[in-house]
């Protein structure tokens, strides 16, 4: 079982950056875990936006935040970070991350429904 705290959200205005951060601990080392960030916005259904692959760090972007976002993970500290760059408001949302035990790949999976372990969320509110 893995166990996610999300950090760094917060307000900014159009054209800003944040970077999220996932905290992962547990019995099972999260090194072995794929990892996406997901949000979902008032009225709107979650969606995926980024996964980032355990077993070759391959890495996954949904088309509106390509260019725009980075994912990357650094294992030795089990955290997982989303950069976000020329911020947007319809990127407002509560962005979650979320893992799987990666068996299959290289690719991670951008299926919400792979993901069993989720985190709390985090806000993320992008002013115009």
């Known amino acids: 079982q893995v166990q996610l705290v999300e950090s760094g959200g917060g307000s900014v205005q159009a054209g800003g950056s944040l970077r999220l951060s996932c905290a992962a601990s547990?019995?099972?080392?999260?090194?072995?875990?794929?990892i996406g960030w997901f949000r979902q916005a008032p009225g709107k259904e979650r969606e995926t936006v980024s996964c980032?692959?355990?077993?070759?760090?391959?890495?996954y972007y949904t088309d509106g935040v390509k260019g725009r976002f980075t994912i990357s993970r650094d294992n030795s500290k089990k955290t997982v970070y989303l950069a976000m760059n020329n911020l947007k408001p319809e990127d407002t949302a509560i962005y979650y991350c979320?893992?799987?035990?990666?068996?299959?790949?290289?690719?991670?999976?951008?299926?919400?429904?792979?993901?069993?372990?989720w985190g709390q969320g985090t806000q993320v509110t992008v002013s115009s």
């Open positions: 980032i692959s355990a077993i070759d760090g391959t890495t």
């Open positions: 979320a893992s799987y035990f990666q068996t299959v790949g290289p690719e991670c999976n951008d299926y919400i429904g792979t993901y069993d372990y």
């Open positions: 547990g019995r099972t080392l999260p090194t072995y875990y794929a």
